[in-house]
């Protein structure tokens, strides 16, 4: 959410890309839980994951955080894959040597990663969350009934063919003709963000790298189109035929008035997947991961296994 600082540290990758990261919370070597970040689509290593200082010192808690390909201080990946993604965060965690276990949380796009290494990592994996993830209309475990007349899968649809066949054409028609003002491109749109999500971007600077005067730069829309076009292309695998034990530690984070990814869907998704732990936000739209407690929750859950009442689903704020 915030500009990255002009220079940041950087591993080089194997392939000869650098990749940019941040450390925070309590020191590595003292940690007790070492948590990776995943951030989403037009964000980076700079995102706010809003918890309290106070849980982080108390559970002992070191978060890393990188730019994906191509975003930030990162190198773009011309080879760009699902499965780079997740060797990318295999080769980070490895060099900056935070154990042979660690946990995982990816939020909205950076859900596309997470799902990733469940499939082709998940020996490396204490836990993982998913918080407000993207749901990719390609896999074949979806229902048509559900999806048939979802219109954000028309969008998508729509949008992946022109990203991947017509680039320029898009990339002109975004600078040129969508957007008349150099204001964010989905700031306080009630068709991206419910009530409790504008009241969020009220209080933050939103998202700098979807405004018009950004997305002139071919780097930026380039970088967009790439993450699109991975996590929303043809994927390997579907996440409900993965292998998940009932002693793994996977939860899925969704609000209930999302309107980027309807909640229906992962509902979908969890009873193909018992063992998923499922948390539905009432009254919660796509930036849940900034509201008030969130983060606590999903690190109680995620590092202790505790269930906090407000987050459960079907309970509002008005009924505690």
């Known amino acids: 959410m915030e500009d990255p600082p002009a220079i940041s540290p950087r591993i080089r990758l194997r392939d000869g890309r650098f990749l940019a990261y941040a450390e925070r919370g309590v020191p590595k070597d003292e940690a007790k839980y070492r948590i990776v970040l995943v951030h989403g689509f037009g964000s980076s290593k700079e995102m706010n994951f809003n918890a309290s200082q106070e849980l982080i010192k108390e559970l002992g808690i070191y978060f890393l955080l990188y730019d994906r390909a191509g975003y930030g201080e990162s190198d773009p990946n011309p080879k760009r894959s699902l499965k780079s993604e997740v060797l990318d965060i295999e080769e980070l965690a490895d060099q900056l040597q935070i154990g042979s276990k660690f946990y995982l949380i990816g939020v909205s796009m950076g859900s596309c990663t997470t799902w990733g290494c469940l499939k082709h990592i998940p020996h490396r994996l204490e836990g993982v969350a998913l918080v407000a993830p993207v749901v990719n209309y390609r896999w074949p ?8 007349k979802d219109y954000r899968r028309g969008i998508i649809k729509w949008s992946f063919r ?14 040129q003709k969508l957007f008349p003002s150099t204001s964010s491109v989905l700031e306080s749109n009630p068709v991206y963000f419910n009530s409790n999500d504008i009241e969020i971007l009220k209080r933050t600077t939103g998202f700098p790298m979807l405004t018009k005067d950004k997305l002139r730069e071919r780097n ?23 292998s998940i034990s009932s002693d793994s ?14 909640f229906q869907l992962h509902r979908w998704i969890v009873k193909k997947q018992p063992m998923i732990k499922y948390h539905e936000i009432p ?3 796509h930036l849940i991961v900034h509201y008030d407690g969130t983060c606590d929750a999903i690190l109680r859950a995620l ?6 009442k407000q987050h459960r689903p079907g309970i509002s704020a008005a009924a505690e």
Do not use: C, M
Not at 141 to 148: A, G, M, R, V
Not at 162 to 174: D, F, N, V
Not at 223 to 239: A, E, N, Q
């Open 141 to 148: 475990s979806l229902p048509k009934k559900l999806i048939k």
């Open 162 to 175: 022109i990203s991947k066949y017509a680039p320029g054409l898009l990339h002109w028609w975004i600078i």
């Open 283 to 285: 009254e919660g739209g």
């Open 303 to 308: 590092l202790l296994g505790e269930d906090q």
């Open 249 to 262: 530690s996977v939860h899925i984070w969704h609000g209930n008035e999302d309107k980027v990814v309807p």
């Open 220 to 242: 930026v829309f380039d970088t967009l189109r790439d993450d699109f076009l991975v996590g929303f292309g043809h994927w390997d695998f579907d996440p409900a035929d993965l």
